[in-house]
């Protein structure tokens, strides 16, 4: 028969069996449930163009916060905490280093994503990732409560969000417009025409590819009115650039339909709007273009599944996986071809007349 003493043994055993499991974890969860520090000292570190003033050579924490009107001390500190992730880097005498993530917080170079940077950390989206358990608990999205307006009829009414958004998606939608030019098969004659395309950075990309094609952009007059199809003038008389809604209607007549990075802002009722609208202005033979992120399946890390989670918490849309996309597509009149994986995160979902 047991002792107390031996049942006791054995129980302090378990406990520190148990403690020595779980200890690994700790450390793990508290840094994940810190994680709003990090998106915070690298919009700190972007405020303070902390990758501009390293762009020629390294300098100390010192020589940064002479630049900057900063404090050395706490500014090392956060430079230091960057340097855990891989943006920027500390030798073995105190000065940090560009690394190639950080290098890309450079606001002069092409494919800058400071702007992006400044956007997703900016208090709006902020506040809106806090508010996420309440989109989890009454399925709608946190921005609207938060700010008493959907996203979208917020920006219509702030010009300064506005421009802060239009900016950070063009940062953005930059690398990936390339990558979707080079990637997708475009006609050598025939009309593209951008659904949603922004400040026309895709278009621009796809026409500069193929100097036969024509292209119309559509969107939303702020975004429009500051479009960069005008910057070049090898596409002058090759594009016209309308401001109207998606889900009025869409340009008639086009061989090619786009749609980037715009069915991932809405629930499925809004996308076979919008889907529909492209359905019946296609031309004999025109095909329709999603660029968006196509969700994997599995545990492994995506970045489509880090950008779902912000478009239920922002403006009640989704990323979405093959199954979904084909039966949001059949529901529109529309029948996946094939799906193109670019070197960038989006796809390209390509689907014709059913």
């Not at 303070?48 to 916060?65: E, F, G, M, V």
């Amino acid at each position: 028969m047991e002792t107390p003493e031996n049942v006791t043994g054995e129980h302090e055993t378990d406990i520190d069996s148990d403690i020595d499991s779980n200890s690994d974890f700790v450390g793990l969860l508290t840094e994940h449930a810190l994680g709003h520090l990090f998106s915070a000292a690298l919009r700190t570190a972007a405020s303070c163009r902390i990758a501009d003033h390293l762009a020629s050579a390294p300098r100390t924490p010192q020589d940064l916060a002479l630049l900057t009107d900063t404090d050395a001390g706490h500014l090392r500190r956060v430079l230091r905490f960057l340097a855990t992730r891989g943006i920027f880097r500390e030798d073995e005498a105190g000065a940090f280093h560009l690394t190639p993530v950080a290098n890309a917080l450079r606001t002069d170079i092409p494919y800058s994503q400071h702007a992006l940077v400044l956007m997703l950390t900016d208090e709006t989206f902020q506040r809106t990732s806090a508010g996420l358990e309440e989109t989890v608990r009454k399925a709608g999205p946190s921005y609207e409560r938060i700010f008493g307006k959907p996203f979208f009829a917020h920006l219509a009414t702030d010009p300064g969000l506005r421009q802060l958004f239009d900016d950070g998606m063009s940062a953005l939608s930059a690398p990936v417009d390339e990558v979707v030019a080079a990637t997708y098969p475009f006609p050598e004659r025939g009309t593209v025409v951008d659904v949603g395309g922004g400040r026309g950075g895709l278009l621009r990309s796809i026409l500069r590819r193929h100097p036969a094609l024509t292209g119309v952009l559509l969107d939303q007059a702020p975004a429009v009115s500051r479009h960069v199809l005008g910057d070049d003038d090898e596409l002058k008389g090759r594009y016209r650039a309308e401001s109207g809604d998606f889900f009025a209607g869409v340009p008639e007549g086009g061989d090619i339909y786009v749609l980037k990075h715009v069915l991932h802002d809405w629930p499925d009722d809004a996308c076979l709007r919008i889907l529909r609208n492209c359905r019946a202005a296609m031309a004999p033979g025109a095909r329709v273009l999603i660029v968006d992120s196509v969700l994997p399946a599995g545990n492994d890390p995506h970045l489509g599944k880090v950008l779902d989670v912000a478009m239920a918490a922002i403006v009640d849309g989704q990323e979405r996986t093959e199954e979904e996309f084909t039966r949001l597509l059949s529901e529109a009149g529309l029948k996946v071809t094939r799906i193109l994986p670019t070197r960038a995160f989006p796809s390209v979902v390509e689907a014709v007349a059913a």
